[in-house]
């Protein structure tokens, strides 16, 4: 859940299966006044949202296995897929951006892509990402690769705080 400009409320919501199995997702927008559930929704064309964050006018979404990085402009209702990670591990791991380790820091947009199987191996693109948020422009920076940290797998929660520092809590080993 997270605002989406002044005027909407944003909720990622994920359709699940009676067998538990995601089947299908959406973002629900709600205008704050309503009396309704929602006023609009956002169809996402991924099975599951993992996570959702507002930034520099625009609804940023990794969605999907392999969290792909999906934007809607503010006033838009159309999700866009902007970046893809390729997963090269034959074990077909699924990649994770964990609720918490996502946020928007000193003009940023800061990710933590998470559950590799290995930190060393070529296969993975766990790390720490950052990248500006201007789709027509996007760059992504890989600020700690899961090799630097040694064992590295995944990040857990990330926290800007007003004196430029960004907190970052991250599990190693299995």
Known sequence: MDNFGIPYL??????VTSSGLAAGCKILLWDRTS???WNDEIDVPEKYIQ?????????WIWAGSTANL????LGSRQATRVWTFNNLD???YAFTVYPNAVTYHNGRVYF???NSP???????PSGLYSFNPNPTNLQLNIEINGGTLGSFRSIASM???ASQALYVGYQTGS
Do not use: K, M, Q
């Open 159 to 161: 926290y800007g705080t």
């Open 90 to 92: 034959p074990r077909d």
């Open 51 to 59: 996570n959702i964050l507002y930034a520099g006018g625009y609804l």
């Open 118 to 124: 290995s930190a060393s191996s070529a296969f993975t």
């Open 112 to 114: 933590g892509l998470s």
């Open 70 to 73: 999906y934007v809607c402009p």
């Open 10 to 15: 944003a909720v990622a919501v994920n359709n």
């Open 35 to 37: 009396p309704t559930i």
